[in-house]
């Protein structure tokens, strides 16, 4: 009896025990999101009003990344549409808490070729440990160079990714990942003589003409809306000229 007594238990404790695994809910692992390398934000779209000298800037992301120890990423732009201002690398985090990497760091690459329109940006972790998460590689600041005047075609254009550009992890495998670009749009301006967006070309248009005249980007009284012809970077007579040149002329609805 007592024997019986022992096994009668003994069955009793497996049952429970089978019945708790079987009817416990065991979480799967969630899949993995997809590592995007991409341009922040995706789309830009200036005018219709003057928007030449305009500036933008684009953040160079990386979102869902494990194990991330090195990166090298390059861009390129139309430098007919497009001009290179600056940028910033935000390496590391303890530096830059919504940039990549941590500790101490290898520069291998940092270079931009403005004339020819592209940035190649190399670097990798000497000593600290790897990268979990989304963050930002670097910075770009854009100014518009070209704008055309309506009724001319709006200019669409991109800021990319290309070749090389790569994701490391810790063994120095490559980590995969898809590439988002920015597309940019620049809307015909209706004269780029009216100077103050008021939709016509008068003596108002003129006089900031006249108050920039051969001020430069340096100059206190500069302003890039008046800085309408080439030469660049200079407001002279070839500004003024398409002021006046222009002058009378008003918008129709």
Known sequence: MKYLSLIVCAILVFSLLFFSFAFTTVSAPSPLLETVVRLDPA?????PDNCINDTFTLKARVDNVEDLTC?????????????YVDHIVKVPVETYPDGLLHGDILWVQNEVNASEGWYWVAIATLDGPSFYGSGIAFEITFSVKYQPVDPGPEVNTSVGFILP????????????HSLENCSVTILPCWNLADVNDDLKVNIFDVMLGVNAYQATPSDPHWNPRCDLANPYDIVDIFDIVMIVGSYGEEYLF
């Open 165 to 176: 550009h790569d994701l490391a992890d810790s063994n120095s495998w490559a980590i995969p």
């Open 43 to 47: 789309i830009i779209e200036l005018g």
């Open 71 to 83: 990166f090298a990423l390059h861009i390129v732009w139309n430098t007919s549409y497009l001009e």
